[in-house]
Every structure is written in C-alpha cells, then in structure tokens.
C-alpha cells in the first residue's frame, strides 16, 4: 500500500503542473520532462567533456508557459519532495550515480563531480568512453516507456584530457575553409574511428593522385557534429620522403587512414606512415615514421588496402592484439603479384602472410583480399581469390611468437563468390561482396544470408553498441545485419559517394560529407534505421495456400506460377526489395507477412522442400492479426454449402461444388490461385475450373481427405494470397525483448579470477505484452566466440507466465591470457528491436582491485598511522618513528648501510651512517630524486602509509615489536573491489623476501602439504623456496628495520599480487662483539675476585671484616702544621 501511495504522488507531482500537451494533430510533442546544459556543444544528443576540472551540469524543468516565480515554486516543491535528478555514468566496467543539488541563485538543479570520483588517472591511454543517463526518477524505469516524457537525457561523456589523439598537433593547423577549394577534387573520405571511445575520429579526404592537395586530416570529439579540427601534414611527411628519395613528394595524396589504440597509420600513394606512440608525453607537433618494407617494394601503394580489426585495449597486457596488414595485388592471370604482409604491436617487425603451402601446390596464383587478426581465439584470417574461387583460411599462431603457423588450423572455407573484404564481429565474422556471409566459429564454416542483384558491397561499419553492421553498395544504397541474427534489410536511404559513414558511441548512424558553408567544414545527416527498415519489402508472384495447425498458428504452403493466371506485378513491391524473390529462405525467420484483406503472421520456420509435388516450399508462422478472408458482399458464395470429392485415390487431387441452386453462385475463373481454408480439415488452392463451376483443387493435407465431405456453412472461407498483389512480407513490430536479471550493461568487460565461477541470468519476454502460445519454449540462444577459454554452461528454466529464463555459468579452469565474448540473442526477434541480444565479454584476467594484504588482529588505522600514538595492553608503542634518511643496517653491521633504499627522506638534510666508502655510494632516493626539499618530494598521505618500497621515500612510520621476534604470524589476506575478504590459502603458495638483503630472519612455521612439497620440486627454478600462507611464521633475530615482500607464485593468478611488511624491532641486546666482551670480561673480573678471596682464606689470612673496613675507612689522616712558639722565648 505504501509504495502504491508512492507512485501515485509521484504521478500527480509529474502530470499535475504540467500535464501533458499536443499538438494541433493529437500527437505528443516528444519533449522531455527535463532538459540539461552543461560543458556540452550543440549536436543531435547530450554530449559531455571531461577536462582536467570537475564535471558541471546544470538540469532544469520544462518551463512551457511558467512565470518565473511559479518556475521557481515548482522547483522547491519537487526538491521538498526529494524528487531529484540523478546522473548514471557507466561504461564497460563501472557504474556511477550522482545526485543533483538545488542552486537556488541559478534555478537549477546541479551536479559537481570532481574528476578524482570518476578517474584518478590524467596520462594519456586509451580510455573507455562513458555512458551518460539524466534521470529525473532513478529506479524507476519500469514505469517508463520509450519515447515518453519521461524517458531519461542519454549521451556520452569523453574524456579528452586522456584520449590519445587529441593530445596531439598533427602538422600545421588550419581552418575549415582552407580546404573549400579543393572540395571539387574530392573522391571519397576514410575515417578511422577511435577503437574505445567512438566520438572520436580521424577524416582524410581522399583525392585523385598528382594533385597539389597533399595529406590533411580532420579531428573531431564529437563524431563529426559539431567540432572538428583540421590538418596539413603534408610538409611533415615530405620531409621524410626527401631523406630517402630524389624524385621529392610532389603529387602525394591519402589513400587510407587507421586509428589504434596506440598509432595513427597513413597509407599514401608513396609509402606507409606511423606515428610515434600516441601514449607517449605530447609534443608539437606529431612526428611520423616512413617505414621500408621489402615485401611491397616496387609496388604501387594507391591500389594497396590497409586492414586492421578494432578493438578497445585499455590494458597493455592485450596491445599485442593489434595486428595491422597491407595487400597489394597488380597484374591479372599469369602476371599477378599478390603480396600480403602484417604487423604487431609496437609494428617494428613485418612478417608476409600467404596462403598455406598445401594450397599453394594446388594453385600459386592466389589474390589475396584481406588478412586479419581475430583476437578470440589469437588467430589470423586470410582471405584469397584463385580461379576456383573465393577462399577463407585460418592460421593459429605461434607460442610465443608474433607469427603464425603456416598450415591452417582447420581446411579453409570454400566461397562460392568473389568477396570484396571481411569483417570481424565480436561474435561473428562476415564477409561481403556481391553477396553476404556470416559465420559464428570464427570462419570454420559460412552461411549464407543474401543475394545483391547487379550491386556489390563496398564497405561496411560496425556499430558496436547494438551489434548492427551496415553495408554500403557502390550505388549508395544500405542494408543492415544484427548480432545473431541471420538475416538482413534494406534501409530506404541512399548516401552520396563522396560522403562516409559514420556511427557514433550510441549506434547513431550518420553521413558524413564535406561542407564549404559549415564552420567545421562538415555536414552531416542522422540516419534513422528503425524508421528506414520498415520500408524494406519483399513479396513473389506466386500463390500461398492457408492451412491452420491450431487456433494461432498456420502454415503457408507456396504453390508454383498457376497457368492461366495473369497477375499484375506490384512495381512498389520490387522498388522496395533487395531481390524479388522466387522463394523463402531461411534469412526470412522473423519477418511478417501482410494480407491484404487483412491478417498478420510472422514466420517462425521455413521449409525449403515440400512432400507434395506442385508445392515448392513451406513456411510455419505464429498470427499476430487474425487473418481476414473475403468479405461476404465480395464472395457471395461463402453463404454456401461446400462439397469436398476426392478424385484419386492418393487425395492429390480434389473437386469443389457450390451446394447452390443460383447458377451465379459457383466457382470461376477470377477464384483460380485462391484457398478454399476449413480450420479442422486440409485447405485446397484451386488449380482450375470446370464448366459447371466446379473447381478442381489440390488439398495441402492429403492425408485428411475424405472421399466426401460437406463443409456447411460458416465452416469454410476463402482466402487469396495468390501473388504480389495479396501479400507482402517485411520486418514486423518488435515482439521480443531481453532483460540481464543482473543488471549488467550491454557490451560490459567482466573479469574473471582463474578459478572464479560466475553466474549470469537473462529473461526473455514478449515485449507487445503478449503470451506466448508455445509452452515452455526456447527463445534465447548463446554464441560463444572461444568456447575452449573459459567455460560456459547453459540452463533454461521457464517462470510462471511462461517467460524463458537463461542462466549462464561460467568457470575459468585455464591460467592464460585468454577472452571470449558471449552474446545471447533471440533469432526470431525483430529488427527493430532494441533489445533482443545482449553481449559481454568474459576476460581471464586479474580482476578490478585484486590484491593480498597483511592485516594484524589489532588494526591500525590509516589517522593513526600518520598522526596517532596507538600502544598494545602492555603500553608499549605500536609504531615506530624512522629517523630521517634512514636506512636499516647491513650484514656488515648496523653502522654500514648498503641497500639502496631510503626510508623518511629528506634531501636538504644530511644522510647519516656515510662512513665507509660502500655506504656513501649506496642509497638511491626515488620521489625525492632531483629535488632539494622535502615538500619537492610530493609526499601524500597515501605515500606515507604505502609499505611498498617505491615509496620508501614517503615512509616515515612502521611497525614496531620488540626483541626476541619470535613465530610472528604474517596473517595474509585476499583482497578484491566489491567482495569480503578472505584468508589466502593453497593454491595461493607465496615466497619471502627481504627487500635490503638481510638475513637475520627465517621462516619458522608453514603448513607443508603434499601439494606444497610438489610445487616446490616443480618450481626450483625460481631459486626461492616457496611456502603455503596458511599458518606462515617469522622469527627475526636482527635489530631495527626488515622489510619483507610477500609475492605470490607465478602461475595461479594472471597478476602480480605482491604486499611488503616493514617491521621494526627495537630494545635489543648490545651488537656483537660489545655484548659478547662486557660478558666476558664481567666473568673474568668475578672469577678473579673470588680466586683472590680463596687464597687469601686458604692462607689463614683473616678476611676483612666490616668493622674493620670501616674503620678503616673512617680513620683519621695526620696533618702536618707548622708548630706556634711563644716570641719571648726567641728573644
């Protein structure tokens, strides 16, 4: 009752200022509840910067026809409500939500996000861009439909402090208009897109070769909408040319331009350009390389294609998976050269690709097309063209290597056409040309998906996001593929050729083309693919006969070209389709077909063979409009009653008679192609008529035909389908939809621990809110792109309204760098669904913040370790103050340092302990290296608690115990983001170190298991001896300060999980020898006083006594003094 009570005031506070308006029409205006402003430009949605500074947004209410006064009231009401707006950024691995705040000065709602609470890091890399979501009720998406007020702000957010590209000048800078007179000359534009962040681009317009142009380039954060800048690096190249050819550089011209993660790569008419790494410290301007390759010596470079298969590589780990490949083909027959050649990250070593020797006995003319790397299963995919035919082969690659194996890891793929490239999905790889091929085991086998007819394919761009590759035909005109979805469509639009397209980090597609009257010099065109695909139509001349299964299912049984029977082919129906078609296909599984009398059915199986001779194929459909036959006033004869003769014995062939005693009302010849339709029984497409009115039909089921049978009235109906004129099949309504239970983002990078099980559950519902008529039936399957990486197992369940349920385990059982995407999809879904498959990607690799720690069964916190004084219940100091520039003693004593490591440094005060030559030339600082005081260091508080010794210079406290250190428990833990920490166990096996080289300490206790005993016979090569954390103990036996690094074994875990202990020990006995002389010579003087006192006794010498020493002591001294006589004595 409650939170009904809740949504109900929530609604009146929505509709009640406010309500809803319309247009003159009675449509909806589509505006928002809310609009935002903030650090964005104008472009067709929300986009965000983020700079150095924090990120500022300002959101307010709609005003329509407000005061300002009742503005401001309204503002304060929803505040008082608490109903305010939130801000989602989320990308691939994270999620942040922020609230706004009420500014009473500017009437708005705001938010201030400080950049260190959405990244730490400021060096350039590349950098996953950001997802953005204004929501005025976060939480309740439920209650919201797309299109509505209330649908949440969407946009991107890029930051461009980090983004590579554009941190760099590329050659001299210019304006837009600069480039106008040249715009005439232009023949296409090459754009490379960033591989993590989408807005960000690379154009190069490409002109004829022998021009004055030279190379220039444009740089856009936005997609090319609002923002670009421009480039002439023709002087920097040409430079380079100079250095190693006479002829000079006149007549250079691009020919193509790729973007990755860590070069910008221009291919010119007169060689191959890199650029210096894009990740390293920017400077003015970008400075290129020419690089010399043998293999394409005397080769022409504008008819050479440059491939590369994008990808978002935020961790260096995976940089080796960007593969860049050049082919070049001259000559045709016998005096054709095909050279293939490829590259790796950092692309200091080229290696030639080419067909496998077993295929090159066969043939040795072989064109090849493309070449690339298919980082799933660390493949890399070639595709060649001979005589026979077009040719897909698969080369795994070496261990160890930045090569590949020279046989095909499987018998390449024969292709039935000449395909003109290759596209490399996240969970299928395409190839297209005349024709389009789409295969789901990363190119063992291919399937067909359709057919151009006197067009071929030239290009095609991936819109990662929601899985949709667009391809474009030479004559400009598009058409469309899904994640898992083999099938197709035929967008209602045609593109210029000297135009490109692009599609931005939110799937917007749009036409890019050079504009002399825009300020960037660009124009573009947002092209809607929902609206454009409904105009997709197919249909064929031939009739369809109805025959019902159940009360909401039917097959369509399609009958070959009936004689006598002349049609009118509808024109609009070919204009619209990519092919008229002859027949179904299975490509065709989830489009609807429309009668025109009335009646939808979406396909849900296709029969490429029928049993029954005269029938060329079958179709299985669900209806989603009941199916409407001829009116009564149309079909008189409807009225009547039916006689059904069988005229064989087989059934094949039947009679129809009107039981009807008006001669008007029987069967002619305009009925011919049309189905006789009796639910219950078989239908019967008439053939012919007979003088009489009889018709001569053939039943759909044979098997159901009687020798008679009456159909009375009102059982029996009669439906036409009987070519283009009747129906018409195009993508249908979205039905489906796919929900993650987890509430994972689509496209998310989940890592995965080695060992670690994860489980994933999805729902899949009818999206129109209806039921679906198939008990407990399958709609989601799963695509795996390297089943063999990590393991991943299937469940369905089904809830009680029937929705299927899927639930994904996933188990890493390897510990190797390895990645698959899975992608579970609805096939029959379609097209215009938004959200029938989802994708994510499984990365064996270490997992976001996971680490080990050393945690006491005392904790001390962080406040403490830098400003308290915390003691243990014997009131005894827990830490322990380093004096300044300390360094802990040396095997060669206490007063010899030797190790390079500087504890509380401070470089304006003098190090002590220098005494010897080997301690002065020791000691290295690392923060304070170069500085001269100690606030130049940039010690922070984190610095100074961090134990690890690249932050020795901060460290101005440690542990202290006091001496004997005796079994001291190291009580390690496994700590990661989001999850408890556990106790470090087996197989988590560790070995100790002493980072100064010290070796006063020993390892005293650790569970020693057949398992450890094992490992370390196993691991002797690593020269330490390893230990199992479970019950690992210490024992020190030197004084001040050991620094321990605890590592754990190569081997189970894909990163270094290292944590030190510094400990100090204090209060200990006297160094050698001082300890050892003040013992002995205690001992010899005692021994010598009793020694005295025995001889003495032995002798019958009285022994002093205390009186006697006493006496002797209080004895009074003689004094001498001159003596006094009296003076008259002298006299």
């Known amino acids: 009752m409650t939170q009904t009570m809740i949504i109900i005031s929530i609604l009146l506070l929505v509709l009640a200022p406010f309500g809803i308006t319309y247009d003159e029409d009675g449509d909806e205006e589509g505006e928002k509840f809310f609009q935002c402003e903030g650090e964005m430009e104008e472009s067709n949605r929300v986009r965000l910067y983020l700079g150095l500074d924090n990120l500022v947004v300002d959101c307010m209410l709609r005003r329509t026809t407000m005061s300002s006064i009742q503005y401001r009231n309204q503002l304060e009401l929803y505040t008082s409500a608490d109903l305010l707006p939130t801000v989602e950024i989320y990308n691939s691995t994270n999620t942040l939500t922020f609230t706004f705040s009420l500014s009473k000065v500017k009437s708005t709602w705001q938010v201030n996000i400080p950049r260190k609470n959405l990244t730490i890091n400021t060096v350039s890399a590349p950098v996953d861009e950001w997802y953005v979501e204004f929501n005025m009720f976060h939480g309740m998406s439920m209650f919201v439909s797309p299109g509505s007020m209330l649908e949440p702000l969407k946009g991107t957010l890029v930051d461009i402090a980090r983004e590579p590209i554009l941190q760099w000048t590329i050659g001299e800078e210019f304006v837009a208009k600069d480039v106008v007179p040249h715009l005439k000359r232009v023949v296409n534009l090459e754009v490379s897109q960033s591989p993590c962040a989408s807005d960000v681009a690379v154009l190069a317009p490409v002109f004829p070769p022998g021009g004055h142009t030279g190379v220039i380039l444009s740089v856009t954060r936005s997609a090319f909408t609002s923002e670009a800048r421009w480039f002439n690096v023709t002087r920097t190249l040409c430079g380079l040319i100079n250095e190693v050819c006479v002829s000079g550089c006149v007549g250079i011209s691009i020919v193509n331009v790729m973007l990755t993660n860590t070069h910008l790569f221009l291919l010119t008419n007169r060689g191959l350009f890199i650029s210096q790494d ?88 072989h064109r090849y097309l493309s070449f690339l790397h298919d980082r799933h299963q660390n493949t890399g995919l070639l595709l060649s063209y001979t005589e026979e035919g077009a040719m897909v082969s698969v080369f795994g690659s070496k261990p160890g290597s930045d090569t590949f194996y020279t046989r095909t890891k499987f018998p390449p793929v024969q292709i039935s056409f000449v395909p003109k490239g290759v596209i490399m999905m996240n969970n299928h790889v395409i190839l297209y040309g005349s024709e389009v091929w789409t295969s789901t085991d990363r190119g063992s086998s291919f399937k067909w998906v359709f057919t151009l007819r006197g067009e071929v394919v030239v290009e095609a761009v991936t819109c990662s996001a929601s899985g949709v590759v667009v391809f474009s035909t030479e004559q400009g005109h598009l058409y469309i593929m899904k994640s898992g979805q083999a099938r197709y469509a035929w967008l209602d639009e045609t593109v210029a050729m000297d135009s490109s397209l692009v599609c931005d980090h939110m799937d917007i597609l749009m036409s890019v083309q050079l504009d002399p009257n825009s300020p960037t010099g660009l124009r573009y065109r947002t092209i809607d693919m929902n609206e454009k695909i409904q105009e997709h139509r197919m249909s064929f001349d031939r009739p369809l006969a109805l025959q019902y299964t159940t009360d909401h299912t039917v097959l369509l049984h399609v009958h070959r070209p009936i004689e006598n029977r002349t049609v009118e082919v509808n024109s609009q129906a070919i204009e619209h389709s990519a092919v008229l078609h002859t027949q179904f296909s299975l490509d065709h599984v989830g489009k609807v077909i429309y009668f025109s009398d009335g009646g939808m059915v979406v396909i849900t199986e296709v029969f490429l063979k029928h049993y029954f001779s005269g029938f060329d194929g079958m179709v299985a459909g669900e209806i989603l409009v009941p199916i409407r036959a001829a009116s009564l006033t149309d079909e008189p004869i409807q009225h009547c009653d039916l006689l059904v003769i069988k005229t064989d014995t087989k059934g094949f062939i039947v009679n129809l008679v009107i039981q009807s005693q008006d001669p008007a009302l029987a069967f002619n010849s305009s009925h011919i192609g049309k189905t006789v339709v009796s639910p219950g029984y078989s239908s019967y497409i008439i053939l012919s008529v007979l003088e009489g009115g009889v018709a001569v039909a053939k039943p759909t089921m044979p098997a159901l035909v009687q020798p008679q049978t009456m159909q009375d009235e009102g059982h029996w109906l009669l439906f036409s389908a009987m070519g283009t004129e009747n129906w018409v099949m195009k993508e249908g309504p979205c039905r489906h939809a796919l929900q993650s239970m987890d509430d994972m983002t689509s496209n998310a990078l989940i890592r995965i621990n080695v060992r670690e099980q994860l489980k994933f559950t999805f729902k899949a519902f009818m999206a129109d809110h209806s039921v679906s008529m198939v008990y407990k039936k399958k709609f989601m399957f799963v695509v795996l792109t390297n089943p063999l990486a990590i393991r991943v197992t299937a469940s369905h369940s089904w809830d009680y309204t029937n929705n299927h349920i899927l639930t994904l385990t996933a188990f890493s059982h390897l510990c190797r760098k390895a990645t698959t995407t899975v992608t579970v999809f609805i096939p029959e879904a379609s097209l215009l669904c938004d959200s029938s498959s989802f994708t994510f990607t499984l990365q064996n690799s270490c997992p976001e913040g996971l680490s080990i720690v050393y ?181 020190l036996f030197g004084s001040e300060l050991f620094h321990f690094r605890i590592t754990v074994i190569p081997g189970v875990v894909l990163c270094d999980l290292v944590d030190e202990v510094q400990i100090y020990v204090d209060e200990p006995p006297l160094a050698f020898p001082t300890h050892y002389l003040i013992n002995n010579m205690t001992a010899i003087l005692l021994g010598g006083l009793l020694l005295v006192g025995f001889l003495l006794n032995y002798n019958g010498v009285s022994m002093p006594t205390k009186s006697r020493i006493q006496t002797m002591i209080n004895k009074r001294k003689a004094s001498v003094a001159p003596a006094t006589t009296d003076s008259s004595t002298l006299n």
């Open 278 to 365: 894009l990740l390293s410290p920017a400077s003015r301007p970008l400075k290129f390389t020419l690089l010399f390759l043998p293999a394409l010596a005397q080769m022409d470079y504008s008819s050479t294609t440059m491939w590369f298969s994008s990808q978002c590589c935020t961790d260096r780990l995976y940089f080796n998976d960007d593969i860049i490949s050049l082919i070049n083909n001259e000559g045709e027959g016998d005096n054709l050269n095909s050279r293939c050649v490829y590259s790796e990250y950092p692309f200091t070593k080229w290696s030639i690709c080419r067909a496998s020797n077993a295929e090159l006995k066969k043939n040795a003319r």
């Open 855 to 1035: 945690l006491r069964q005392e904790p001390i916190s962080e406040h403490e370790w830098l400003f308290g004084d915390p003691r243990d219940e014997l009131d005894n100091k827990r830490l322990f103050d380093l004096p300044v520039n300390y360094r802990p003693p040396s095997e060669l004593g206490v007063l010899i340092p030797t190790t390079d490591n500087i504890y509380n440094a401070d470089p304006s005060k003098p190090r002590p302990r220098e005494h010897y030559h080997i301690s002065k030339n020791s000691g290295r600082f690392k923060h304070c290296a170069g500085k001269k005081t100690l606030e130049e260091c940039g010690c922070t508080d984190d610095l100074r608690v961090s134990p690890l010794t690249i932050n020795s210079d901060c460290r101005q406290r440690v542990l202290r115990m006091i001496y004997p250190v005796t079994k001291f428990n190291f009580t390690l833990f496994l700590r990661r983001t989001n999850h408890p920490d556990r106790p470090l166990m087996s197989p988590y096996f560790v070995t100790v170190t002493e980072v100064n080289n010290r070796s006063s300490w020993s390892i005293t206790s650790s569970e020693t298991t057949p398992t450890v005993a094992r490992m370390r016979r196993y691991l002797s090569r690593l020269n330490e001896t390893l230990y199992n954390p479970n019950g690992l103990q210490i024992s």
